[in-house]
T-cell receptor, first 113, second 110 residues
Framework: AQSVTQPDIHITVSEGASLELRCNYS??????LFWYVQSPGQGLQLLLK??????LVQGIKGFEAEFKRSQSSFNLRKPSVHWSDAAEYFC???????????FGAGTILRVKS | EAQVTQNPRYLITVTGKKLTVTCSQN?????MSWYRQDPGLGLRQIYY???????DKGDVPEGYKVSRKEKRNFPLILESPSPNQTSLYFC?????????FGPGTRLTVL
């Protein structure tokens, strides 16, 4: 069965510091991986997606993620966090041409000044 | 502007009173889904639709119905809401390999 684990429920980083949010997945076929961000009171915005090819993918807002098949991981990174990055981040796995996404429980990012 | 819209955005109702949450997309997408979001559980799929008149259950379909009579619309129906359906609901449509989400509907069932 498909599953996604985000081991960190909360993370606090200082503004300007680097960020890494962890995501591990379990999936029987070739995984298609996504990161979404949800700001307070808002819907989900797609940050980036990985289907194939280069394992380091670039997204919006300066985020990137690296797919590591051997570790079943798809960690999200940002070199320098801004206060506006405070939000909840969701990792998800799905089929490229399927309709189902399986989400992790989310990681809440707090940014301290 | 490409978007997924949901109405209402907020709803407080009582147990047993039928309600419908509407969802509409203007991107001509075939695939649409409904999710519910609960703290600590992430988003879980309720129902999905692959095209007009084609729907199927997701992971948590109990207590919900859907219909897909037109490509753009995918309403979620709670025929007899219960307090355990208090949640944040998201509609999504799929295009270019990723799902795009509506703004959410916060439902409270008393």
């Amino acid at each position: 069965a498909q599953s996604v684990t985000q081991p960190d429920i909360h993370i606090t980083v200082s503004e300007g510091a680097s960020l890494e949010l962890r995501c591990n997945y379990s999936y029987g076929a070739t995984p298609y991986l996504f990161w979404y961000v949800q700001s307070p009171g808002q819907g989900l915005q797609l940050l980036l997606k990985y289907f194939s090819g280069d394992t380091l993918v670039q997204g919006i807002k300066g985020f990137e993620a690296e797919f590591k098949r051997s570790q079943s991981s798809f960690n999200l990174r940002k070199p320098s966090v801004h206060w506006s990055d405070a939000a909840e981040y969701f990792c998800a796995v799905g089929e490229r041409y399927g309709n189902k996404l399986v989400f992790g429980a989310g990681t809440i990012l707090r940014v301290k000044s | 502007e490409a978007q997924v819209t949901q109405n209402p955005r907020y709803l407080i109702t009582v147990t047993g009173k039928k309600l419908t949450v509407t969802c509409s997309q203007n991107m001509n997408h075939e695939y649409m889904s409904w999710y519910r979001q609960d703290p600590g559980l992430g988003l879980r799929q309720i129902y999905y639709s692959m095209n007009v008149e084609v729907t199927d259950k997701g992971d948590v379909p109990e207590g919900y119905k859907v219909s897909r009579k037109e490509k753009r619309n995918f309403p979620l129906i709670l025929e007899s809401p219960s307090p355990n359906q208090t949640s944040l609901y998201f509609c999504a449509s799929r295009g270019l390999g990723a799902q795009y989400f509506g703004p959410g509907t916060r439902l409270t069932v008393l």
